[in-house]
Nanobody, 126 residues
Framework: QVQLVESGGGLVQAGGSLRLSCAAS????????MGWFRQAPGKEREFVAA????????YYADSVKGRFTISRGNAQNTVYLQMNSLKPEDTGVYYC???????????????????WGQGTQVTVSS
């Protein structure tokens, strides 16, 4: 049974930073591309960042480019999202996702992912 558990969310002032972690109980973690999505109240879940199986390819949504950094530690079965210069519009529930990697690249669509975490709340106050 695959489980993804996010942590690191919280309340922060605009301009602040948070680091999200996602611990994966996947025996073959290196076979999965990983991604982060977020969902604001009343809005659809949207793509934030993705990283390939090896970590060699990374892709960001335009709204977070230059502020967020995704990384992974395959030995630790963990993926991270470092969020700097946070804005109130970054508020939402952040979800970690894992997609079995038939491609060496990144996955950016929700339907491409096989497993999802329960989410962690990020609130940015102005």
């Amino acid at each position: 049974q695959v489980q993804l558990v996010e942590s690191g969310g919280g309340l922060v002032q605009a301009g602040g930073s948070l680091r999200l972690s996602c611990a994966a109980s996947i025996r073959t973690f290196g076979s999965y591309a990983m991604g982060w999505f977020r969902q604001a109240p009343g809005k659809e879940r949207e793509f934030v960042a993705a990283i390939s199986r090896s970590g060699g390819s990374i892709y960001y949504a335009d709204s977070v480019k230059g502020r967020f950094t995704i990384s992974r530690g395959n030995a630790q079965n963990t993926v991270y999202l470092q969020m700097n210069s946070l804005k109130p519009e970054d508020t939402g529930v952040y979800y970690c996702a894992a997609g079995y990697g038939e491609t060496a690249g990144v996955l950016t669509e929700r339907y491409e992912y096989d497993y999802w975490g329960q989410g962690t709340q990020v609130t940015v106050s102005s």
